[in-house]
């Protein structure tokens, strides 16, 4: 929910997305920064982060359980946190992303609000199987190398201030609005008028709003029968994978670089002087 005052449809929409764009930035920083510490808290107070040794952890790790809870929802797009107003724009920027006559999003528009749905119905599993599988369920004291216990102040400290912000940013985003957003989207687009940015949870039945109980209320089904289809992944060929080409992308990267290298790393003082 947001407004912009910017002339020409297609510029509008270019606005709105660098808008959403900047603005789920900084909700990412916050919820995926609290996560990745809580992480490796989990890790430094339990001395594994083996999520199938974890488990029943809510009650000896309790403020860790809460930011991770609030940080959680928020990943998943949940409200009233700051990920359910990021990923709002978002999907409003994929639904309208058929508007741009540009590089044919006219007629692959329509395929985009599919992309971000699926995206975010997997987020959705994701997040709620983080929380689930290191705070609840059964507690496991003897596959865990240390005796579990909450982190001391300075280990929560750096996660509660991400996880306050992850909850003021959700309650009053337009802290945001006209002191970060706006000046960082003048500066990515200087060509385009000062945006007048305003951001609120409610913004009507819109297709946003669909898509996004859509994802919930799948993600809520998937969650829930994760037993049942998660072996899928069991029987994938490895070459079905993005990870399997991601690594074999590093390893050609690395392979070429290596030569570039060693096509100037001679050993000779007459080709580095050359």
């Not at 058929?98 to 971000?116: E, K, R, W």
């Not at 000062?194 to 809520?220: K, M, N, R």
Request: some cysteine.
């Amino acid at each position: 929910a947001f407004r912009y005052h910017y002339a020409g449809e297609e510029s509008q929409l270019f606005l709105a997305s660098i808008i959403a764009a900047v603005f789920h930035l900084i909700n990412h920083a916050t919820f995926k920064g609290a996560l990745f510490m809580i992480t490796g808290t989990i890790d430094h107070e339990v001395g594994t982060r083996d999520i199938k040794k974890l488990g029943g952890l809510m009650t000896i790790m309790p403020i860790s359980c809460t930011f991770t809870i609030i940080t959680a929802l928020s990943m998943a797009g949940v409200p009233p946190f700051n990920g359910f107003l990021s990923k709002e724009m978002f999907l409003t920027a994929m639904f309208d992303s058929h508007q741009a006559d540009i590089f044919g999003l006219s007629t692959l528009g329509y395929l985009l609000p599919i992309v971000a749905i699926v995206g975010s119905i997997f987020t959705f599993v994701y997040s709620f199987k983080y929380v689930h599988e290191i705070f609840f369920g059964d507690y496991k004291p003897e596959a865990l190398p240390k005796k579990p216990h909450e982190a001391p102040l300075l280990m929560l400290l750096p996660t509660g201030i991400l996880t306050f912000l992850v909850v003021l940013f959700g309650l009053f985003p337009n802290i945001l609005s006209n002191s970060i957003i706006a000046p960082a989207v003048r500066a990515i687009a200087p060509f385009a008028d000062a945006p007048d940015v305003h951001i609120s949870h409610w913004h009507g039945i819109t297709p946003a709003l669909i898509g996004t109980l859509i994802v919930f209320i799948i993600g809520f089904i998937l969650f829930k029968s994760v037993e049942k289809w998660f072996n899928i992944y069991s029987i994938q060929p490895e070459y079905l994978t993005f990870n399997y080409y991601y690594d074999r992308g590093i390893q050609l990267s690395s392979y070429i670089s290596n030569k570039i290298t060693q096509s100037y790393m001679t050993g000779f003082i007459r080709s580095y002087l050359m």
